[in-house]
């Protein structure tokens, strides 16, 4: 193992030992900023509710450039399934085996390592670097970085931020998102009258009253999507009714569902959308409604250009360009932010058992934030 191969697998190591299940901390940021306090970077931690939040800076010029991630991790699962202690990194034919190791404690190392790399080349960089870490990114997400872009960030001037989440789809470099859906999700009650099943005049089946109204919810066009987003999409996660007897016509149904919605779109048009077509069916109903996020794209993004160049260079592979997959926290510094893109390892193996990355991949990773690093904060001019 080559000594600049040494040094990012080493930090992983450090930081997969950290035990950080959402919103636990476990002393992950304490590493990382143990790590960029020795470069001249000023530290400040921000506690609330149980979440850790971390901002690290160097440098005061602009642009600005942020990273953006995350030290929590989900939940481990059955432990007996992992083929290796999931906080205990492994290595085994150079795949690297770890809770974190992709999502997304792989680009923390990555990112760390290449901003090593870059100081230790020049002190003077044209620009300021800031470093953004919350451990609530992988539960509620709400004492994390949609808490600091509304207060401790919302007057800080960002020109441009990297999210490293895991963007890839099978290789390295395959894939940079520059933006992400919206998700609105809802939970509907309808209510029928409970009765014999043997004299349905005497009850109303809310099975019966709400299937026609199901398949227009499914066929409704919300919107037609735009070259970088898919349609709109409706999708039902659960639907529940029944009194526990066959013989029974229940009384309530309920039903969980979600959008996956466009910039062609918002909220507020796809609740007045759901609840006209309810309205006009007639039925007795209730819906309780969460939205965990806005729509978010980075047009004409330059630090797009400038990892698509890196990734170019590094793997010699072409990236495509996608706005797919759940939300991430680039949809909280897109408030604040008009240059956002995702990059990181790849996602296949993330909230799995036996979560994976390679040492090659986070070698790479590690490069070709050093070039956007290099292109971002040395060549240009401010």
């Not at 539960?139 to 970085?145: L, N, R, S, V």
């Not at 490293?164 to 009650?189: A, F, V, Y």
Request: charged share 25%; glycine share 8%.
């Amino acid at each position: 193992m080559s000594a600049k191969t040494h040094d990012v697998y080493a930090m992983l190591e450090k930081l997969i030992s950290c035990q950080s299940i959402t919103p636990d901390d476990d002393g992950c940021q304490d590493i990382i900023s143990d790590f960029l306090r020795g470069f001249g970077f000023e530290i400040k931690t921000i506690e609330k509710s149980g979440v850790r939040n971390l901002i690290a800076t160097y440098g005061s010029k602009r642009p600005r450039l942020a990273f953006v991630g995350h030290t929590d991790v989900v939940p481990i699962g059955e432990i007996d399934k992992w083929s290796s202690p999931p906080f205990k990194l492994h290595e085994e034919n150079g795949v690297l085996f770890g809770r974190g190791t992709s999502d997304m404690k792989g680009s923390i190392a990555s990112m760390l390592i290449a901003i090593e790399e870059l100081l230790r080349l020049s002190k003077e960089i044209n620009g300021s670097l800031m470093i953004i870490l919350t451990s609530d990114e992988e539960g509620p997400a709400i004492h994390g970085i949609q808490s600091l872009v509304k207060d401790e960030l919302k007057n800080t001037k960002i020109d441009f931020c990297l999210v490293g989440e895991p963007s890839c789809k099978e290789n390295l470099g395959d894939t940079i998102k520059n933006g992400r859906r919206g998700s609105l999700s809802g939970s509907l009650e309808v209510r029928g009258i409970q009765g014999h099943i043997a004299y349905p005049q005497n009850a109303r089946n809310p099975i019966h009253l709400f299937s026609p109204v199901l398949q227009k919810l499914i066929n409704q066009e919300y919107d037609k999507g735009n070259e970088y987003f898919p349609p709109t999409s409706f999708q039902v996660s659960n639907i529940s009714s029944g009194a526990g007897a066959n013989n029974i016509i229940p009384g309530v149904l309920t039903m969980d569902f979600n959008f996956r919605y466009s910039t062609e779109t918002n909220a507020d048009k796809l609740k007045n959308t759901v609840v006209s077509i309810l309205d006009n069916e007639g039925i007795d109903y209730s819906i309780k409604w969460s939205h965990s996020g806005e729509p978010y794209l980075s047009r004409n993004s330059e630090l797009l250009d400038v990892c698509s160049r890196a990734v170019q260079k590094v793997t010699k592979k072409d990236a495509m360009i996608s706005t797919d997959g759940g939300t991430s926290d680039g949809r909280f510094m897109a408030k604040i932010c008009n240059d956002v893109i995702e990059f990181g390892l790849v996602n296949k193996s993330i909230h799995k058992i036996n979560e994976s990355t390679t040492l090659d991949n986070i070698v790479m990773l590690k490069d070709i934030y050093k070039q956007v690093l290099q292109d971002i904060l040395t060549i240009k001019q401010s």
